[in-house]
């Protein structure tokens, strides 16, 4: 799978990943409002008009990055119908040759994880197998510890997926757990030393260097980015807090190898809400979109 999203982001020139996390708040008034009127204000109308704008902002950036990353909580909120949205989400980029990471961050134990891992594995029903989410990876929460990342690592030795396992996360509050000193190291060292290790597993590994088992890492840690990329020398990357979390791409170019490689970096609020956050109309939600991941994407690669 990284092998894959490697050769897509080369395709593009751009390590970039749109973060799909719409709210009712980021959507247009008036799409709301039509949704609204077709479903009866139901939460089916909460995720029809989701799923309508998720497909504005793919059709924006389909061509000029190489992945989309819808968080599943966004979408679980609505129930059923937000569940729907979040596949048909999940289809419509796949259609449109985007590769898909499931924000999830499943961490549970035993048949509990291996249900789990249907995310990435076909569901075996009536003597054949469905695939039923389509995502090409997922991201996975570690602190159940190894019994909570084995089952989907299992999976992985046969089919091309990936996960990504958090550990350094973006926000402020990560400093109350991961940054705790264990002996003489931070706890998040440990847990990337852990996740360093899962991911040299047989049939693990890619063509390219890196293994299927990624890390998140987030970008508002520089000087953490570029420790951890010391450490984990063959982990992807998936770098989240650029943009309104407030990192900047100065601040990204150490969680990238020597080559420029090696990592992806999320921004969701920043490319889907950018009409809104610019004073544009509704009309202009792709428009925007598109135009500030390709600032994104300059501003990356004046760093790299």
Same mark, same amino acid.
């Given at each position: 799978?990284?092998?894959?999203?490697?050769?897509?982001?080369?395709?593009?020139?751009?390590?970039?990943?749109?973060?799909?996390?719409?709210?009712?708040?980021?959507?247009?008034?008036?799409?709301?409002?039509?949704?609204?009127?077709?479903?009866?204000?139901?939460?089916?109308?909460?995720?029809?008009?989701?799923?309508?704008?998720?497909?504005?902002?793919?059709?924006?950036?389909?061509?000029?990055?190489?992945?989309?990353?819808?968080?599943? $909580?966004?979408? !679980?909120?609505? +129930? *059923?119908? =937000?569940?729907?949205? %979040?596949?048909?989400?999940?289809?419509? &980029?796949?259609?449109?040759?985007?590769?898909?990471?499931?924000?999830?961050?499943?961490?549970?134990?035993?048949?509990?994880?291996?249900?789990?891992?249907?995310?990435?594995?076909?569901?075996?029903?009536?003597?054949?197998?469905?695939?039923?989410?389509?995502?090409?990876?997922?991201?996975?929460?570690?602190?159940?510890?190894?019994?909570?990342?084995?089952?989907?690592?299992?999976?992985?030795?046969?089919?091309?997926?990936?996960?990504?396992?958090?550990?350094?996360?973006?926000?402020?509050?990560?400093?109350?757990?991961?940054?705790?000193?264990?002996?003489?190291?931070?706890?998040?060292?440990?847990?990337?030393?852990?996740?360093? $290790?899962?991911? !040299?597993?047989? +049939? *693990?590994? =890619?063509?390219?260097? %890196?293994?299927?088992?990624?890390?998140? &890492?987030?970008?508002?840690?520089?000087?953490?980015?570029?420790?951890?990329?010391?450490?984990?020398?063959?982990?992807?990357?998936?770098?989240?807090?650029?943009?309104?979390?407030?990192?900047?791409?100065?601040?990204?170019?150490?969680?990238?190898?020597?080559?420029?490689?090696?990592?992806?970096?999320?921004?969701?609020?920043?490319?889907?809400?950018?009409?809104?956050?610019?004073?544009?109309?509704?009309?202009?939600?792709?428009?925007?979109?598109?135009?500030?991941?390709?600032?994104?994407?300059?501003?990356?690669?004046?760093?790299?």
């Amino acid at each position: 799978m990284m092998d894959r999203l490697i050769e897509n982001i080369e395709r593009c020139g751009a390590p970039v990943v749109v973060g799909l996390d719409p709210t009712l708040e980021i959507i247009p008034e008036k799409m709301l409002a039509d949704s609204a009127k077709s479903f009866n204000e139901s939460p089916e109308a909460a995720a029809f008009a989701m799923l309508k704008y998720n497909r504005e902002i793919i059709n924006a950036v389909a061509d000029i990055v190489p992945a989309v990353k819808p968080n599943i $909580a966004f979408y !679980e909120r609505y +129930g *059923l119908d =937000g569940i729907r949205a %979040y596949t048909m989400t999940i289809e419509y &980029a796949k259609g449109r040759g985007l590769m898909v990471i499931g924000d999830i961050k499943r961490g549970d134990i035993g048949s509990t994880a291996a249900a789990y891992a249907g995310h990435i594995e076909p569901a075996p029903l009536f003597g054949r197998k469905f695939e039923l989410w389509n995502e090409d990876a997922v991201t996975l929460n570690p602190y159940l510890g190894e019994d909570s990342v084995a089952p989907f690592l299992d999976v992985l030795k046969d089919r091309d997926k990936g996960v990504f396992i958090l550990v350094k996360t973006s926000n402020k509050g990560s400093a109350d757990i991961q940054d705790l000193m264990v002996g003489e190291r931070p706890l998040y060292e440990h847990v990337a030393g852990l996740v360093s $290790a899962w991911g !040299e597993g047989e +049939g *693990l590994m =890619g063509e390219k260097g %890196y293994s299927k088992v990624g890390a998140v &890492a987030g970008a508002t840690h520089p000087e953490v980015g570029a420790r951890l990329r010391e450490l984990m020398p063959h982990t992807f990357f998936l770098v989240p807090g650029y943009g309104a979390q407030g990192a900047g791409a100065k601040d990204i170019k150490g969680f990238f190898d020597s080559k420029g490689s090696g990592a992806i970096v999320n921004s969701s609020r920043g490319i889907i809400g950018a009409w809104k956050s610019e004073g544009k109309g509704a009309g202009h939600v792709g428009k925007a979109a598109r135009a500030a991941a390709l600032r994104m994407i300059e501003e990356i690669g004046a760093e790299l």
